[in-house]
């Protein structure tokens, strides 16, 4: 099963700076990594997918990159709606695994 | 508008099962692979199970293989969980979720771009 380890556990900043978010995996996952928003009683929402692709109706200042085991997710100017928690989530092997999650908080 | 939406929750008693539904609307459901992800009481997000669009392949995770069996009804356009010797550690809120890759693939994926709200299970004495 992959690992996936994410990075900080939890993260506190202000709106308008930036976030970087790291999620390392325990083995090669090639592209094959998708980025998710949870907030509490809601639904994930799904951000990116194949690394570094935003899911459709994504704002721009949602960015993936990375490939292999190294992943980041940017979110280059906090708004107020961004607080959350993110995971990370591999595809490209069974069983599939999401990451611990990182609390992005003000 | 394109919906998922679980039941089925609720208590169960140790050693017991469950069956959970999600009834789909708003899209081709038999041309999507479905997922089953969970969310225990104040953990993360856990992947649990997934079913290609016409159901040739199938996996789960160690935690439920050969407890939990998913399936689908591609007519109802209904996705289902069937949960058998259930444990205390199988209480979480239960999503079904779309791949936003339309078509019949192993393990190919665009991510899951439709989630439904959830429902609960409980697992208690």
């Known amino acids: 099963e992959i690992v996936l380890t994410q990075s900080p556990g939890t993260l506190s900043l202000s709106p308008g700076e930036r976030a970087t978010l790291s999620c390392r995996a325990s083995?090669?996952?090639?592209?094959?990594l998708a980025w998710y928003q949870h907030k509490p009683g809601q639904a994930p929402r799904l951000l990116v997918y194949g690394a570094s692709s935003r899911a459709t109706g994504i704002p721009d200042r949602f960015s993936g990159s990375g490939s292999g085991t190294d992943f980041t997710l940017t979110i280059s100017r906090l708004e107020a709606e961004d607080f959350a928690v993110y995971y990370c989530?591999?595809?490209?092997?069974?069983?599939?695994?999401f990451g611990q999650g990182t609390k992005l908080e003000i | 508008e394109v919906q998922l939406v679980e039941s089925g929750g609720g208590l169960v008693k140790p050693g017991g099962s469950l069956r959970l539904s999600c009834a789909a609307s708003g899209f081709s459901f038999s041309s999507y692979t479905m997922y089953w992800v969970r969310q225990a009481p104040g953990k993360g997000l856990e992947w649990v199970s997934y079913i290609s669009s016409s159901s040739s392949y199938i996996y789960y995770a160690d935690s439920v293989k050969g407890r939990f069996t998913i399936s689908r009804d591609n007519v109802k356009k209904s996705l289902y969980l069937q949960m058998n010797s259930l444990r205390a550690e199988d209480t979480a809120v239960y999503y079904c979720a779309r791949d936003a890759l339309e078509g019949d693939y192993d393990l190919q994926s665009d991510g899951m771009d439709v989630w439904g709200q959830g429902t609960t299970v409980t697992v208690s004495s």
């Open positions: 083995q090669s996952v090639s592209s094959d």
């Open positions: 989530q591999q595809y490209g092997s069974s069983p599939n695994t």
